[in-house]
């Protein structure tokens, strides 16, 4: 069954289970809630930074009640956003592209790029060319996350097939990203695709190493890694809350960029509360540097991610037009006299 399809039920039912916009006690008074998701991932940092360092409660001040919730993969989240859990999340492409193709258009606008880059097909030491993955057994974070999605695509152009139940000439396992980790240290998978902190603690780790960089499969070495989406609702009836979500957005990203080892001091805090594990600063230092910190949703990616997904048949052939709304962030851009970014 398509990837696709597993989100019929949900996207079917979006209207009924969505109420009217959320307020902090629900009675329509008071500050507007808004539930903001995000990864324990190092490619999440600018929503880590965000919410450790108060910079989007400062933006929202006390008219608008932030809550926070945690995620593996983006399948998750959009089914969160389905069932009228969440209100914006940072997610990769695909989950963007599923909310969007199931709701035919309604559900969600993407707002705002974040990361760019850090993700990687680490694998055993023995393995060092392509050819040798017959017959092997890798891992993705989720079956048609972003991540699983680029695997599958980049597979097919080196000759392999791969089902959705773990078939084919490489068998994928979608797994949570810290099972990985641990499934691939103790020898039970060859490798697995996937983003930071997690790639480079298979190397350092588990012993592996780096077969694909992601970033030498697209154009300029830049694609989407994580993005802003927001849902079509909450759009709609609080444009001043996400225009400050946005300002958020782009004051933590400068925060990231400007302050680097003030926002991994933050990151390595809350993914140890996170994730109960402590990140070395060692690896946090390895990881950061394969990423770049940029309010540009990279659009073009997108696209490609979409046609990947198409021809892996986890998506239905989907018109994009309307995906992306970057009026308030280029307001906001404005605002903080940085250059705007084109809508697509």
Same mark, same amino acid.
């Given at each position: 069954?398509?990837?696709?399809?597993?989100?019929?039920?949900?996207?079917?039912?979006?209207?009924?289970? =969505?109420?009217?916009?959320?307020?902090?006690?629900?009675?329509?008074?008071?500050?507007?809630?808004?539930?903001?998701?995000?990864?324990?991932?190092?490619?999440?940092?600018?929503?880590?930074?965000?919410?450790?360092?108060?910079?989007?409660?400062?933006?929202?001040?006390?008219?608008?009640?932030?809550?926070?919730?945690?995620?593996?993969?983006?399948?998750?989240?959009?089914?969160?956003?389905?069932?009228?859990?969440?209100?914006?999340?940072?997610?990769?492409?695909?989950?963007?592209?599923?909310?969007?193709?199931?709701?035919?258009?309604?559900?969600?606008?993407?707002?705002?790029?974040?990361?760019?880059?850090?993700?990687?097909?680490?694998?055993?030491?023995?393995?060092?060319?392509?050819?040798?993955?017959?017959?092997?057994?890798?891992?993705?974070?989720?079956?048609?996350?972003?991540?699983?999605?680029?695997?599958?695509?980049?597979?097919?152009?080196?000759?392999?097939?791969?089902?959705?139940?773990?078939?084919?000439?490489?068998?994928?396992?979608?797994?949570?990203?810290?099972?990985?980790?641990?499934?691939?240290?103790?020898?039970?998978?060859?490798?697995? +695709?996937?983003?930071?902190? +997690?790639?480079?603690?298979?190397?350092?780790?588990?012993?592996?190493?780096?077969?694909?960089?992601?970033?030498?499969? +697209?154009?300029?070495?830049?694609?989407?890694?994580?993005?802003?989406?927001?849902?079509?609702?909450?759009?709609?009836?609080?444009?001043?809350?996400?225009? =400050?979500?946005?300002?958020?957005?782009?004051?933590?990203?400068?925060?990231?960029?400007?302050?680097?080892?003030?926002?991994?001091?933050?990151?390595?805090?809350?993914?140890?509360?996170?994730?109960?594990?402590?990140?070395?600063?060692?690896?946090?230092?390895?990881? +950061?540097?394969?990423?770049?910190?940029?309010?540009?949703?990279?659009?073009?990616?997108?696209?490609?991610?979409?046609?990947?997904?198409?021809?892996?048949?986890?998506?239905?052939?989907?018109?994009?037009?309307?995906?992306?709304?970057?009026?308030?962030?280029?307001?906001?851009?404005?605002?903080?006299?940085?250059?705007?970014?084109?809508?697509?």
């Amino acid at each position: 069954m398509k990837l696709a399809r597993l989100l019929a039920i949900a996207a079917l039912g979006l209207a009924a289970c =969505r109420g009217p916009a959320s307020t902090a006690n629900g009675s329509g008074s008071g500050p507007v809630e808004l539930r903001l998701g995000y990864f324990p991932n190092l490619t999440h940092a600018t929503a880590i930074v965000g919410v450790k360092e108060g910079i989007f409660a400062d933006k929202f001040g006390s008219g608008v009640h932030l809550t926070t919730q945690t995620f593996n993969a983006g399948g998750d989240v959009v089914e969160a956003i389905f069932n009228g859990g969440l209100d914006a999340s940072y997610v990769g492409a695909n989950p963007a592209l599923n909310a969007w193709a199931q709701s035919n258009g309604e559900a969600i606008r993407i707002i705002s790029g974040a990361t760019s880059g850090g993700v990687f097909l680490v694998v055993s030491p023995d393995i060092v060319d392509p050819r040798q993955l017959a017959g092997k057994e890798l891992a993705s974070p989720q079956l048609g996350n972003t991540q699983d999605v680029a695997l599958r695509a980049w597979l097919k152009e080196q000759g392999f097939s791969t089902d959705q139940e773990g078939g084919g000439d490489v068998s994928i396992l979608p797994q949570a990203n810290a099972d990985i980790l641990t499934a691939f240290a103790s020898g039970q998978i060859d490798g697995g +695709w996937v983003p930071e902190p +997690w790639a480079t603690r298979m190397v350092e780790e588990g012993g592996g190493h780096i077969l694909v960089d992601e970033r030498s499969l +697209w154009p300029n070495g830049q694609f989407v890694a994580t993005q802003l989406i927001v849902a079509t609702e909450f759009l709609d009836a609080h444009p001043d809350v996400v225009k =400050r979500l946005l300002e958020g957005q782009v004051a933590a990203n400068d925060f990231v960029n400007q302050k680097p080892e003030e926002a991994k001091k933050d990151v390595r805090e809350v993914l140890s509360e996170l994730t109960g594990s402590n990140l070395e600063p060692a690896i946090l230092d390895k990881a +950061w540097n394969n990423m770049e910190f940029t309010d540009d949703p990279i659009a073009s990616s997108l696209a490609e991610s979409a046609k990947h997904a198409e021809d892996l048949g986890l998506l239905e052939p989907t018109d994009l037009t309307g995906i992306y709304d970057l009026t308030l962030l280029n307001e906001v851009l404005a605002g903080a006299d940085e250059d705007p970014i084109a809508t697509p």
